[in-house]
């Protein structure tokens, strides 16, 4: 174990806020503050600060366990591994290599992500790879990807926020989900700049903002096509700049049109005053910015929504310009990096989709097989996990746990229970991996080398800092000794930075091109941001800022993309007639598989609750901490009123953290959007009962 500090990275959200580490003489690992990374300046949130409890052998597999008389017991390294290897290749054998299914996480780090991709289509040869990243922020990445021909969270740094003249933050709770992010919008405020929060609840970002919109779950779309409209009918839109920059501008117009101000007001709820206000306030400095997070994206129409944002943007020629533009509040600590080298069920390694021949043949090449071997495209996240049990046989899963962060969630359960054969990778016995019939202990942030790609597109390099338990093996361990197994002794290195230098190769020339990027740069520039490529004379110094001089498309122009509004997929009705949205608290980290086993943080937030108005308390006779029951057409959750005046009468909020009878992913609705894939987490249709006592 090193007993000087180790300059790293927090484990948990996307913006990978810098932290030093240091072993304690009693065996534990001191956290203190890093005050050189420029995205927390030696910030951390709880979370950050309390990370290495889960170090701790107390809380964390420490064997493999292999299912035996219906329980899991302990075993070896050879015999877990020989096991997952054999139910594999009787899998193959008796049903075909896409009835073996891959689900990864947006937590694995670059290197594990572009192995796993590698894994699945090289060893086993299956199409079906999907991770949880498809729940984060694909109908953004989708949208980006429709206007700019490129997708990357943020298009720019963090610290580009404070200097822009007013900011439109929609569906996004970061004070609570990246606290340490808060800065950048109260050093905004502080220089002049004006910040509005669109959201159903009034959170703790919502009372920084300036202004506080609180629409209808489910009506983003029509909002920002309202805003738009104004802008029209305001002559606030910049003319030059979208026949210069721009196509496809009337039709996107002609569709914002058909959405006037009262007609927004009925569909939202927010007055026409407020949408007039959010306008001018958006309008009148040089610059601005909108950014969205999953409120508006986890619907069944979120690429939609996102488009329409984004011809705002473009409308107001507020994209590719200094401190102005469209980004996305990316959520898991790799959500970027994760979907960009092929862990996605549609792309190869570089963000290269997976049906275009040319990048079949390079990355084919780099890997060294025939590109007509690599299978097409999969099924997306959630169709992969429906199909378990039918299509799909067996399942290898890492650093996921959709048994907690599924929509449909108790359905989901059950088609993981209904497989032939379940395999985990975790660092904990999460709720997905007590169902398993193996489970391998590998090693976490703090225990390993590896790169992860921040919300800004900031590659940076997480080093390790201590030595991980005996029995503890890395994720590119097992998918080495896997390949061997399966026959594939050859292009599975255990080396993280052996790894990341074919990684390099394989995203040469692609969208989210790496090549450039080494890990002694990575260590002396406190990262460096993508695309880099390859240099031919001096470094390239990588690309803080995208569009500034012309958009990604072949032209060289964003595009808008004409849509209106349309209804979520199931409305309220006479029989569920209140809206249910979901998302976290501060003090708990997605399905909570890691911060529900640290002490502080469940002290702080214990168990899940129903946030609910006063009117709809009244109505139910239930009074603060009453347990009542919420209900959707996919089951029933129970767990505590919290009663407040700071949420809309028409809707109940649930936090997602919690397994048990409190689930709220027990109710959501996995209808999808029909781009992205994205289920519509945030809005479905509920009642809401009182529980006798």
Known sequence: MQNSATPTHCPYCALQCGMNLTPAPDGTVEVSERADFPVNRGALCGKGRTAPAVLSSRVRLTSPLVRSGGTLVPATWDEALDRIAQELSRTRAEHGPDACGVFGGGGLTNEKAYTLGKFARVVLGTSQIDY????????AAAGGMKAFGLDRGLPFPLEDIPKSGCVILVGSNLAETMPPSLRFFNELKENGGTLIVIDPRRTKTAEQADLHLMPRPGTDLALALGLLHLVVAEGRVDEEYVRERTVGWEDARAAAMAHWPE???RITGVPVPQLRETVRLFCEPESAMVLTARGPEQQSKGTDTVSAWINLCLATGRAGRPYSGYGCLTGQGNGQGGREHGQK???????RKLDDPAARAHVAEVWGVDPDSLPGPGRSAYELLDALGTDIRSLLLMGSNPVVSAPRAAHIEERIKSLDFL???DVVLSETAALADVVLPVTQWAEETG????LEGRVLLRRKA??????????LDVMHELADRLGVEKGFPTDPEEVFEELRRASAGGPADYSGITYRRLAEENGVFWPCPTPAEEPHPGTPRLFLDRFAHPDGRARFVPVSHRAIAEEPDAEYPVLLTTGRVVAQYQSGAQTRRVDELNAAAPGPFVELHPRLAERLGAAEGDPVAVVSRRGRAVAPARITLGIRPDTVFMPFHWYGEGRANTLTNPALDPTSRMPEF???????????R
């Open 345 to 351: 069920a549609d792309q190869l390694p570089g963000y």
């Open 263 to 265: 007609y927004v007001e």
């Open 132 to 139: 949880n990243g498809r729940f984060c922020m694909s109908s």
């Open 423 to 425: 395999a985990v990778c």
């Open 451 to 454: 790169t992860t790609t921040n």
């Open 466 to 475: 201590i030595t991980p338990p005996d029995g503890i093996r890395s994720d």
């Open 682 to 692: 945030k809005a479905c249709a509920v009642r809401v009962e009182a529980v006798e």
